[in-house]
């Protein structure tokens, strides 16, 4: 349910401004009591839920067995809070052998949505760190394989279009990270088919609401969003500092909660991706993905109220 500014805006010095064009046909559904808020992934119709799991830096864990089992009750957890699409990449270390590890482990009863990524500059290596990494998962296909910061991405992508084409993967994908590349990234948006874009973008990094999101609209292009809290930088800025007034309004009791409710209410983005190696964390950042989001007017009140802090 997207809830308005009504008088909420009161003391915080906020303008009315134009509505997201489209906002109310974009299509989100929710039980209104727990399970999280899902989007459609344009290409097919399919829908998953507006938060995943990220797994930079937090899943790189090694060999090291209490960590290893600390990263399957997160895993756990975040299923259990009705948490679908797992995000990694051979970037991030040991992440990926950490998620096949959980996955092994809880033999879940209905699958995860298993994103990973395409990391080489050398065209031949592509197929095979695939294959590297569906082993690594132990999964038979790849729900999506993104190309990683756009790194050769020309050759991958043909690759991956193949692999879809026999099967192997169901969706194909690009990635930025930190606002870079854009240019670029909005020319494969423009001219090539693909299914998902990655890219950064919070309550400060707004960039892409300039031509990025609008795009990928458009173009029918479901949007992941990684960083969203800055590795948690935008945690610790506004930790204790108070709640804007309006947030119980959203369903939004803490910080990361108000965050990522910014994010996944904008109609363009598919799927937000914090990384947490705390069971409470991943819980608290799946319930803001049920209840009520903010709408345009009041996504401009928050971050009004941001800039003030």
Request: hydrophobic share 40%.
């Amino acid at each position: 349910m997207l809830i308005g500014r009504r008088t909420v805006l009161q003391g915080v010095g906020a303008a009315a401004v134009a509505s997201v064009t489209g906002l109310s046909s974009s299509r989100v559904s929710a039980d209104p009591i727990s399970k999280p808020l899902t989007r459609t992934i344009p290409s097919t119709g399919e829908d998953i839920p507006v938060v995943g799991l990220g797994s930079w830096i937090t899943f790189n864990v090694g060999n090291d067995p209490v960590l290893l089992d600390t990263c399957a009750d997160v895993v756990a957890a975040f299923y259990e809070s009705g948490g679908r699409l797992i995000d990694s990449s051979p970037m991030y270390g040991s992440s990926q052998a950490t998620i096949g590890y959980a996955l092994k482990k809880l033999s879940l009863p209905n699958p995860i949505f298993s994103a990973d990524k395409i990391w080489t500059s050398y065209d031949s290596e592509g197929a095979s760190q695939f294959a590297e990494t569906r082993a690594l998962w132990g999964l038979k296909t790849m729900d999506l394989m993104q190309v990683h910061n756009l790194l050769s991405w020309r050759a991958h992508i043909d690759m991956l279009q193949k692999k879809k084409a026999s099967g192997e993967i169901r969706y194909v994908g690009v990635t930025t990270s930190h606002g870079r590349r854009h240019e670029d990234l909005e020319d494969i948006l423009a001219n090539h088919d693909i299914d998902f874009v990655q890219l950064t973008y919070n309550v400060l990094d707004r960039e892409p609401e300039q031509r990025i999101l609008p795009l990928a609209r458009e173009r029918g292009i479901a949007v992941i969003v990684n960083r969203p809290c800055q590795r948690g930088t935008l945690i610790q800025r506004f930790s204790g500092k108070p709640l804007p007034p309006f947030a119980a309004e959203i369903d939004a009791g803490t910080w990361p909660q108000l965050l990522l409710k910014f994010i996944i209410s904008h109609p363009a983005i598919t799927c937000a991706i914090p990384a947490t190696t705390r069971v409470p964390h991943v819980q608290e950042n799946l319930a803001a993905a049920a209840g009520r989001l903010p709408d345009e007017g009041m996504r401009k009140a928050i971050t009004d109220y941001v800039a003030e802090l």
